[in-house]
């Protein structure tokens, strides 16, 4: 084996990108292990953990590291994957100077939205941006810092715009899916969340029972805290009640702060649009009866939510998640150790468990004889193109170890990895497979008892 | 009205996977070129970014800029202008002291002991300048400017502009000329004797000329010029012949026996008008100092060795980083290697939305300057995304008339990277050698990563 | 006309897009055969075997007018030719080596706040006809038939004016088709959103009456817009204007976007708006 370690000037990529380039370079034979990456410190530290001599570096610089048999054709290929990235950068320099903050993009006056998902810790400045644009924002972000984000929210409060997120990486806007969001159909609920995964999970169940959405909007899913005090929720809501095709709003959150619960729902009780609440923690309920209970105020029937099941046998649960909601309703239907890998230690300068699941993967492999996992794989747009092409193996060799798998699978047909396709791949790998997250966890608890 | 649009188009900044998954629904979306910001400005950004002062200050600031109408309402000498004292000489840039002055400042600063007879010799010039007899001061601190060396005494004469909106006054030495003059840091017999014969026939016959045709609007003449193909730093031939036509037939009435020889002497020196363009650009800045908690960058100076730049918010104070080598076309047998560092107070242009701001405007200079007409057009787009604002009335006919950029705010330079386009002369490394090329310049980042830190953190 | 071309192998090409969600039902039945009836720079339209409306789907880029049996693709348009077969069902659209999906769903149907017809009143100046995009049949006498029917809330005379109506005029979209349409989904958005009954009744029956034998008046195209126009679904352009006239959005910049479409489509369009809200009002003011 060879090593190749270099920096390079004056190169810059996204995360999510490079990671992708990482990934495609380690996929290559006699490939042992690729870095590509900007040159962050916790990236440097996570190359010295490889067993790389790191030299001096800044983060605005690329960092390469290679261990292969042939470290010229891998230079060769990376060379590749990174002139396809730059072309394009190239491609919209072509049309004049490329814009290069928000409040430029915002000034060449098309754009009616913005979606911001650049390293939490400069979020602040493109979100700013917007709101003093007067455009709507959505933070995809995470790490952001909650004085930050509760400025972000007091502002645009007083502008009469709207922030979404941050780390609550869904919304669906006039149709348009941003962050990690579903394929739904147009229809007459609303949805506010100050969760993400939880807005999926009621949006997906409504699309399965034929029922669509108006707007869903992420606010963030510190938004019902005492620092943030609910005011993109509050917010959300009046917008959705003066919106003509929200005919019922959803209300969705992780367990509120007791006196922001009380705040919100004050708001609610003066609307005129008809409020489910689907507060977790509280008296509400999961997510799965909150939805029951949208169609019940719709007249629309409750169906049996599709599920391809197996029978478990007695263990303690792992729950294994990449959703915070879908974690937390989890673990309060049933016992266990819960770990949410979409939370920022986890997520600090590497890709969110949806899109990359090594973490879970790893988690998975190392649990016992006899323990039920508890796993969330989420579908839609931003999110792994196809999640089961992993997971099926990794499920495959849990279960021949005697671990059994069971799977919240939250997502909807027209999703580009398409629900049952996946459904059915994860069910033949030997996991019991859930739509319905409540389900799953009573199914895990069931087995459990 | 509603917030929510039916029809979304989506600004995206950040992960292109994010914005992939809006291709492929059909979004139209305008991408950000997204950089993480300068090195060791996250932590400042963020609290400048949230000073709740900052937007409205620069609102008031850049307005202030926008809104100042310089007009030239006289030319004085600098001892009566400024008040200058015998024994102190003003300079370009951020304060200096004569040890680390670089060898065309020292030239100058050699020159002028000599022009105002405080020496007889050069080496007795040298003594006094380095014994520290003499008061150094930058022009910038006495609400004047000066090209290169940017060296004034107090026999000078100075242009007088005032901004009829705000009332400020601010001063430019008037322009020698090309080949060995002063400001590139020559002092020889020929230097001096111009020197005299400016203090003696240019100055009072410009002076007089003034008087007859009253304050001449320069807000209005620059204007025109950008129309004209200058861009106010590098290039003053239109400007320069404007103001003339506007001048000669007074000079021929008020100095009947020197006009010719003035007008002879103005119209050889296309750069005549950089003078008063850096008289009318430090006084539309100077309208735009001392609003607290404003980003704006209000002066951008180099004395040499360091070059300096001066925040609305934080009132005199320099951050200077070390001045770079500009990179352009030399001179006859010239190089790179007889470059002195970048020198001169003439980047009030760049600072007011004139000179690399305004490259576009002035084709004609995109070869001297080192580059195709393509780089000049872009060059000027990209201080867009620097600037608050674009100039109601500094235009450029091959952008569509868009105004052009003005207002570098320091926080969006922090943000992009991107540091100002600066169009430039080179002098020569050694005194006395005058001018050896012309070309672009990048100013060094430190100076505004240091500006920015002390805005967000100090009191 | 090509017919059943014959086509060397190529690899499939998976292009998404969104569409209307008009067309979901269409494209979520068991797979149906259909032909692509006719190819221009901006779309491709397809004729699908089914007895479902829309039984045309167009397929569009950015350009278009994005029609309410549209499917707005992310990428540039399948190069195909009139008379290529192609096949619709089973959530993809198959075209040659082309397999689109949608990936958006977005709704023909504007909603629409209640409204007062104080409010409706203070649009019809904006409505009023403009100096350079003149309607196709402008001083028609079965429009002025049209619009007095309408507005007096009689089915017999409105029915008489929409027969002579049905496609009359030149082009894939003929005038009085777009008349019609513009008209139909005014009376149903517009009548609901100020709860005037008679015009959404009116909405009712002469949209069974203009569909009822579309299919052998006008042409194949035209004849499915009418039927999404009965059903009240349009185009955003006539949504924007809808939404415009109820205050959800700024009035004059979306109908200067409407009138810009086609050559005489938009103002069409535009004009049958017009008698739908001067209908509404004049129905609304009757006790």
């Known amino acids: 084996m060879n090593s190749l370690v270099k920096v390079v000037q004056g190169v810059y990529h996204d995360s999510v990108s490079l990671m992708r380039v990482s990934q495609a370079l380690s996929a290559l034979q006699g490939v042992e292990v690729a870095v590509v990456a900007m040159a962050t410190p916790l990236n440097l530290d996570l190359a010295r953990d490889l067993g790389f001599e790191i030299p001096p570096a800044e983060p605005s610089e690329l960092l390469v590291a290679l261990r292969a048999e042939d470290v010229t054709a891998a230079t060769g290929e990376l060379e590749r994957l990174l002139g396809e990235l730059s072309s394009r950068s190239v491609a919209t320099e072509s049309a004049g100077f490329p814009p290069r903050t928000t409040r430029s993009a915002a000034r060449l006056g098309e754009g009616n939205l913005v979606l911001v998902s650049v390293p939490g810790e400069h979020a602040f400045g493109e979100a700013l941006d917007a709101v003093e644009a007067g455009l709507p924002v959505m933070i995809f972000s995470d790490n952001v810092p909650v004085e930050q984000e509760v400025l972000l929210k007091r502002l645009a409060e007083e502008r009469g715009g709207l922030v979404m997120g941050p780390d609550c990486g869904t919304a669906v806007i006039g149709g348009a899916g941003l962050g990690f969001a579903n394929v739904l159909r147009p229809g007459p609920v609303g949805v506010v969340a100050a969760s993400g995964t ?13 029922v669509g959405v ?51 729902r004050e708001v609610v009780d003066k609307l005129r649009t008809p409020v489910v609440t689907a507060l977790l923690g509280t008296s509400d309920g999961d997510l799965t009866s909150a939805t029951a209970q949208v169609l019940d105020r719709l007249g629309r029937p409750v169906p049996d939510w599709l599920s391809w099941s197996r029978p478990v046998a007695k263990g303690s649960v792992r729950g294994l998640y990449s959703g915070g909601t879908l974690c937390t309703e989890a673990s309060l239907i049933t016992p266990g150790g819960f770990v949410d890998y979409g939370d920022d230690v986890f997520t600090r300068g590497r890709a969110h468990p949806m899109i990359d699941a090594t973490l879970r993967l790893e988690a998975l492999a190392k649990l016992e004889p006899g323990e039920v996992a508890l796993m969330d794989v989420v579908l839609g747009h931003g999110a792994d193109p196809d999640p089961a092409l992993r997971l099926a193996p990794a499920i495959e060799a849990a279960t021949r170890g005697d671990v059994q798998v069971v799977i919240a699978l939250v997502g909807t047909e027209g999703d580009p990895q398409g629900l049952r396709r996946q459904a059915e791949a994860l069910h033949q790998a030997g996991a019991s497979v859930f739509t319905s997250n409540a389900q799953a966890a009573r199914h895990a608890a069931g087995s459990a008892r | ?286 309208a ?103 100039h109601p009335a500094y235009q450029i006919p091959g952008l569509g008339f868009r105004g052009t950029p003005v207002g570098i705010d320091v926080a969006l330079v922090a943000r992009t990277g991107l540091l100002p386009v600066v169009n430039t002369g080179i002098a020569g490394r050694v005194a006395g050698t005058g001018q050896v090329g012309a070309g672009l310049v990048s100013p060094p980042a430190e100076a505004f990563i240091a500006a920015l830190n002390a805005l967000a953190f100090d009191k | 006309m090509t017919l059943g071309t014959q086509r060397r192998v190529h690899p499939l090409t998976h292009l998404t897009g969104a569409a209307s969600s008009a067309v979901r039902p269409v494209l979520e039945s068991a797979r149906a055969p259909a032909r692509v009836l006719a190819a221009v720079s901006m779309g491709v339209y397809l004729e699908v075997r089914t007895e479902l409306e829309p039984s045309v789907i167009a397929l569009i880029t950015g350009e278009a007018t994005r029609l309410p049996n549209s499917v707005l693709l992310a990428g540039e348009l399948p190069h195909v030719s009139v008379g290529d077969e192609a096949a619709v069902g089973d959530g993809v659209i198959e075209l040659g080596r082309y397999r689109v999906k949608a990936r958006r769903w977005w709704d023909p149907s504007p909603a629409l706040p209640s409204v007062d017809l104080v409010r409706l009143a203070q649009a019809t100046s904006a409505l009023s006809p403009q100096t350079t995009r003149r309607p196709g049949l402008e001083g028609n006498a079965a429009i002025t038939l049209l619009a007095s029917g309408c507005a007096a809330g009689s089915l017999l005379r409105a029915v008489t004016a929409a027969e002579q109506l049905v496609g009359l005029g030149p082009g894939l979209t003929p005038s009085g088709d777009d008349v019609l349409a513009g008209l139909l989904v005014a009376l149903r958005h517009l009548g609901s959103a100020a709860k005037v009954e008679r015009a959404v009744w009116l909405a009712d029956w002469l949209a069974a009456a203009v569909t009822f034998d579309a299919g052998t008046r006008t042409t194949p195209i035209s004849a499915t817009l009418l039927h999404c126009a009965a059903r009240g679904e349009a185009s955003p352009e006539v949504s924007a204007v809808l939404r415009g006239i109820t205050g959800q959005q700024a009035l004059e910049p979306a109908l200067r976007r409407l009138l810009q479409l086609g050559h005489t489509s938009g103002a069409d369009l535009a004009q049958g708006v017009r008698i739908g809200l001067d209908s509404v009002l004049a129905l609304g003011a009757r006790p």
């Open chain 2, 1 to 286: 009205m509603t917030l929510l649009p039916a029809d979304p188009h989506v600004i995206t900044v950040g992960a292109d996977l994010l914005g992939e998954a809006l291709d492929a629904q059909a979004v139209p979306r305008t991408p950000v070129e997204w950089r993480p910001p300068l090195r060791g400005t996250a932590a400042a950004l963020a609290r400048v970014l949230a000073d709740p002062r900052r937007s409205a200050a620069n609102e008031l600031a850049v307005g202030r800029l926008l809104s100042a109408r310089p007009q030239l309402v006289g030319v004085r000498p600098a001892a009566d202008a400024l008040g200058l004292e015998r024994g102190t000489f003003l300079h370009a840039g951020p304060p200096i002291t004569w040890e680390r002055a670089s060898g065309p400042m020292r030239g100058a600063l050699i020159g002028a002991v000599l022009l105002e007879d405080m020496a007889a010799t050069e080496e007795e010039a040298r003594r006094l300048l380095a014994g520290g007899r003499v008061r150094l001061d930058p022009c910038h601190h006495h609400g004047a400017v000066g090209p290169m060396a940017g060296v004034v005494s107090p026999s000078m004469w100075m242009f007088e502009v005032r901004d009829a909106e705000h009332g400020g006054t601010a001063y430019c030495s008037l322009n020698e000329g090309l080949g060995k003059v002063l400001r590139y840091g020559a002092y020889g017999p020929e230097v001096l004797e111009r020197l005299r014969w400016m203090g003696s026939v240019l100055g009072p016959s410009l002076r007089d000329a003034l008087r007859v045709t009253g304050p001449i609007d320069l807000r209005g003449l620059i204007a025109q010029a950008l129309q004209m193909g200058d861009e106010l730093h590098n290039r003053n031939r239109a400007a320069t012949s404007l103001f003339l036509r506007e001048l000669a037939p007074a000079l021929v009435e008020a100095a009947p026996a020197h006009a010719a020889q003035v007008l002879r002497f103005a119209g050889g020196n296309d750069h005549f008008f950089l003078n008063p363009a850096m008289a009318a650009a430090k006084v539309s800045t100077d």
């Open chain 1, 214 to 264: 108006s707007q869903v909007l992420g606010v963030g899913s510190r938004d019902l805290s005492e620092q943030v005090g609910g005011v993109s929720a509050m917010r959300a809501l009046r917008l959705l009640d003066e919106d003509p095709a929200t005919e019922l709003i959803v209300l969705i959150s992780k367990p509120p702060a007791p006196e922001v619960a009380g705040a919100v």
């Open chain 1, 198 to 210: 939880g807005a999926q999970q009621v949006t997906s169940l409504l699309d399965l029972a034929g």
């Open chain 2, 288 to 390: 735009a100092r001392g609003v607290p908690g404003s980003s704006l960058v209000v002066a951008m100076a180099r004395n040499g060795t360091d070059f300096g730049v001066q925040l609305s918010g934080l009132g005199d104070r320099w951050f200077t980083g070390p001045a770079g080598v500009p990179d352009g076309l030399y001179l006859g047998a010239y190089g790179p290697a007889d470059a002195n560092p970048d020198i001169g107070d003439s980047t009030i242009t760049e600072t007011s939305g004139l000179g690399g701001f305004a490259m576009a405007a002035a084709p004609a200079i995109v070869k001297f300057v080192g580059g195709e007409v393509g780089d000049a057009i872009t060059a000027t787009r990209s201080m867009y995304e620097i600037t608050l604002a674009e």
